[in-house]
């Protein structure tokens, strides 16, 4: 099957910077990969943002990204991308209409995409499929967490709700914000994302650590709604434990990140100063060891539309306190492969902090069941082949005749 993948602004070929931060660039390269594994003819199509760039890369991995022209040919942010989806869905739609590459089905990744996929798709009869990512209504339920949108935003998503063939949803949580921007159930299909057990596995290197105290790890953005602020409150009730932060910009530029200074004076005020330590960004090759090296992950954000920290931390072997938020709630079963606690409440998270410190063998049975929860439903083979029925669903509905190309 042709496949093509719209990552409009998350480039696959973009080096990751730093621990889960560039969580759409590697789930779109990450797939792909695992897509060509399985025999799919693979092309990602993502916005040129710089004029040294070829029109099209060949990666390692077996699929081809080509860099479309949409818009000024440099780093733009995202907020300031929309009035450029109509020329990258223009472009798209000629690629595909008098090209020799024509897709039998065309996957969207976040809502700009949506748009840009939805205009080619209609003019070249391909069928299309939408990953959200993340929701414009998040800012609003979870207030703390980062826009990255116009005021239009929700009012795009919720029309492309209705206008592509399908939405692929990545959390329970999903479903139920969709359906109350009013996109019908049927028109969705819940499909998790996968984590790179490559990466992410139990055994290889350890980050060292101090042999006196137990580790509690957390890892995210340095933004408000990651929750770190709410780990170190909890670690006033944990007094032989250390809790490392792992995530924001290099260790280097921490004491230029406002966020950083605000979590060190957090630190400092509740007393657990001498027992935080800020990593800063480390290479995603080199994050396993850092799980690897924990006693327990605390994935504690304030929304999480996937949760991939809490899935790269049982891929290890870590058991995890999460956030029932999002995709962490989905994947942490409470009270089997680990523990799950109400977002923003340091005190009850202090507290299963340190219950679970305290019980090497709930957390050796957790870790266990985590693992295998992660080999049985969350590989990145079991993902594709879940989207390879989807796809193959929306590729054999009859296609309309496509519309004349515009003028």
């Known amino acids: 099957m042709r496949i093509a993948m719209i990552s409009e602004q998350a480039s696959p070929l973009a080096a990751p910077r730093g621990a889960s931060t560039d969580g759409q660039g590697t789930h779109v390269a990450e797939l792909a990969a695992e897509l060509v594994d399985q025999g799919h003819d693979v092309r990602v199509y993502t916005r040129r943002d710089s004029p040294t760039l070829p029109d099209a890369v060949a990666t390692p991995d077996g699929y081809e990204v080509l860099h479309v022209p949409a818009g000024p040919a440099h780093r733009l942010p995202g907020d300031e991308l929309l009035p450029y989806a109509g020329e990258f869905g223009r472009w798209l739609a000629g690629q595909w209409r008098d090209g020799a590459w024509l897709p039998d089905v065309a996957h969207a990744h976040f809502w700009r995409s949506g748009l840009a996929a939805v205009h080619a798709g209609r003019r070249a009869g391909v069928p299309v499929v939408l990953t ?81 105290l137990s580790r509690v790890l957390t890892v995210g953005r340095m933004v408000e709604s990651s929750g770190f602020q709410d780990v170190i409150r909890a670690m006033v009730m944990t007094p032989k434990a250390e809790c490392v932060v792992v995530g924001g910009p290099p260790a280097g530029l921490l004491p230029a990140d406002g966020f950083a200074r605000r979590l060190d004076a957090l630190a400092r005020s509740c007393g657990v100063a001498d027992r935080v330590k800020l990593v800063g960004a480390v290479p995603r090759e080199e994050l396993g060891a850092w799980y690897r090296s924990a006693d327990l992950l605390v994935a504690a954000p304030w929304h999480a539309p996937f949760g991939l920290t809490a899935l790269e931390g049982m891929a290890c072997g870590v058991p995890v306190i999460g956030s029932e938020v999002g995709g962490i709630a989905d994947t942490v079963v409470d009270g089997l492969t680990g523990e799950l606690v109400p977002p923003r409440d340091p005190r009850a998270l202090g507290t299963a902090i340190r219950r679970l410190l305290g019980d090497n063998v709930r957390r050796f049975t957790y870790a266990t069941a985590a693992l295998d929860r992660i080999r049985s439903r969350y590989s990145w083979q079991r993902c594709a082949e879940q989207l390879n029925i989807v796809y193959e669903a929306v590729a054999t509905v009859a296609r309309p005749v496509p519309a004349p190309a515009a003028a």
């Open 132 to 212: 959200y990512h993340s929701l414009g209504t998040a800012p609003q339920r979870h207030p703390g967490s980062r826009d990255t949108g116009p005021p239009s935003r929700i009012g795009y998503e919720r029309a492309l709700g209705r206008a592509v063939d399908l939405v692929v949803v990545q959390c329970q949580e999903e479903i139920g914000e969709l359906i109350r921007l009013g996109v019908p159930r049927s028109r969705m299909a819940l499909v998790p994302t996968g984590v790179n057990e490559r990466l992410f596995r139990p055994d290889g290197p350890v980050a060292p650590r101090d042999p006196t």
